[in-house]
């Protein structure tokens, strides 16, 4: 949570830098790129999640076949990435973006896609209950990315979006690089290793599971992460930068709150493979407690969010109580739902959750366009996901219930 915190301030602090170094159009714009780049995660097809299981619920004697499925996703990411790229490639030139924004887009997302595999060293960690170590690798790219745009305000030097992307880039997959490196000791497997082939070894049971895993991500990402752009689609670049400021403050509290769902998931899932009611019962506990007080915490918020942004923006950006409340009723209702959801993904009932996702994916769009055509504007989007989201929430709270309740026995989770 302190690696969190600290992460969270670099970033509040260089909205109102970027602001000012590029202007509100061109942020809009570059924070509409910056977003597109969470749907990178989704090539990972789900296997994150599934080796988290997997690592968190090791006992003695299983050691060698988590290192088998580790080693056959890693091969199954490097084969995806080079896909991808030829993909990317081909597409790029399609889209008919601006000059500027195309050469930014390269910059951004090339490098990802050719360092995909080397993502499944957090997943590792965090099954790995190394959570706190994770986080301060995951944030020390945002320190030195917020380190130069420092630097830039300080010199009154406007950079490039370009230039943005390639400083970004490179801190990042430097970050990526040392968490991978820490995966690969905590599972010891020789680097080597990873390059003789095992693909065709992958239990097709892991695959399954990785791949009901990829539903779930997307229909997050459609949900929780596609704010910006749609918000770009339906009201331009402009409220972008409005919607992204707002969503900002409100991330900086749900940013803590994953951290507590990443710990309890590795958690829950060793608890499982134990029979551990009682622990699972406790659980469950804390973190419904844990989301009320969340919950309490995001509405009042909401009320001083308005002049928070306009002091914080330098009035650069304002935004009004309704757009904020709106927000905060989105981020009470997806932490409820992430209790529930929590337990399912751990105990790896992932089905219903897919029935559950496919609706909202293809429901998300259209109730947007139906709130932004009502007036709405950019409250439009956290509304039509915290409408969404309801069902699920009452859904998968009630099966984490009855998952805990099943729990007797390390035999009765795996059927």
């Known amino acids: 949570m302190t690696a969190k915190l600290a992460s969270m301030a670099v970033s509040l602090v260089s909205v109102p830098l970027l602001l000012q170094l590029l202007g509100t159009h061109t942020y809009g714009t570059w924070a509409t790129l910056i977003s597109l780049i969470a749907f990178i995660g989704l090539l990972d097809l789900g296997v994150g999640n599934s080796i988290r299981n997997s690592v968190a619920g090791m006992q003695a004697g299983r050691e060698e076949s988590v290192r088998a499925e580790f080693i056959a996703f890693f091969q199954m990411l490097f084969i995806l990435a080079l896909m991808m790229l030829a993909v990317f490639a081909f597409a790029l030139p399609r ?55 420092a630097v830039l305000a300080w010199l009154g030097r406007t950079p490039t979006l370009f230039e ?9 997959v430097a970050a990526l690089l040392m968490s991978f490196a820490f995966a690969v000791r905590v599972l010891k497997i020789a680097p080597g290793r990873l390059f003789h082939w095992s693909l065709a070894a992958l239990p097709k049971n892991r695959l399954r599971v990785s791949l009901e895993f990829l539903i779930l991500q997307l229909s997050a990402l459609v949900l929780y992460s596609l704010g910006n ?20 403050v409100f991330q900086v509290g749900f940013g803590l709150y994953a951290i507590v769902i990443g710990v309890m998931w590795s958690e829950i899932a060793a608890h499982r493979a134990a029979g551990d009611r009682q622990a699972l019962s406790q659980a469950l506990n804390r973190l419904s407690g844990i989301a009320i007080l969340f919950s309490v915490g995001c509405a009042t918020v909401a009320f001083a969010a308005p002049w928070l942004i306009d002091q914080w923006t330098r009035h650069h950006v304002r935004v009004t109580t309704f757009e904020s409340l709106s927000l905060a009723g989105l981020a009470a209702v997806q932490s409820m739902a992430y209790v529930g959801a929590v337990f399912m993904n751990a105990f790896e009932r992932i089905r219903l959750q897919i029935g559950l996702a496919i609706v909202s994916i293809g429901l998300m769009i259209p109730t947007t366009s139906m709130l932004v055509n009502a007036g709405m504007g950019i409250a439009s989007v956290p509304l039509a996901a915290m409408l969404l989201t309801l069902l699920p929430m009452v859904v998968c709270n009630f099966n984490a219930f009855r998952l805990v309740r099943s729990a007797s026995s390390p035999q009765v989770s795996h059927e």
């Not at 995909?116 to 301060?136: D, E, F, I």
């Open 95 to 149: 889209l008919n973006l601006v000059p500027e924004s195309e050469c930014a887009a390269r910059m951004l997302y090339i490098p990802l896609l050719l360092v995909l595999p080397l993502m499944l060293g957090a997943s590792v960690l965090q099954g790995a209950r190394s959570t706190g170590l994770q986080a301060w690798l995951q944030a020390t790219g945002g320190w030195l990315f917020f380190g130069y745009v």
């Open 164 to 172: 943005l992307a390639f400083v970004w880039s490179a801190f990042y």
């Open 229 to 248: 752009t749609l918000v770009f689609r339906h009201l331009g670049a402009d409220e972008v930068a409005r919607y992204d400021v707002l969503n900002k």
